[in-house]
């Protein structure tokens, strides 16, 4: 494996899950979700469109195809309130998305 692939890998797999969950999660949907604690769909739908907002600079289409599993990693974090579970499941997905799609 290659020093570049490694780094990839890292950076796909655990850094961009943790921190990307963090702000998005634990900062922006958890802020949302206190100023309107009886709204559900606000704060996931905000954070998952900001979710893909995030992924822009790999084109529309990319920012696009995120929305659904930003939906998904929204709707665990309100179930849960813990960001390290969807860090976990977006770790998951981005492995699943290497694997199909290749790095």
């Known amino acids: ?12 797999l ?3 899950p943790v921190l990307e969950e963090v702000v998005v ?4 949907q958890e802020w949302l979700m206190r100023r309107a604690p009886q709204a559900v769909a606000p704060p996931v739908l905000v954070s998952a469109a900001t ?3 995030l ?3 790999a084109g529309w289409l990319h920012a696009l ?3 659904v599993p930003g939906l998904v990693l929204a709707l665990l974090y309100q179930r849960t309130r813990s ?3 969807c860090a976990v499941a ?3 997905m981005n492995a699943f998305a290497i694997s199909v799609c290749g790095l």
């Open 1 to 12: 494996m290659s020093e570049f692939y490694g780094r990839q890998l890292l950076l796909l």
């Open 14 to 16: 655990v850094l961009s």
């Open 25 to 28: 999660r634990a900062g922006l």
């Open 51 to 53: 979710f893909g907002l």
């Open 55 to 57: 992924h822009l600079r």
């Open 65 to 67: 195809a995120v929305i």
């Open 83 to 85: 960001w390290r579970w």
């Open 90 to 92: 977006h770790s998951a």
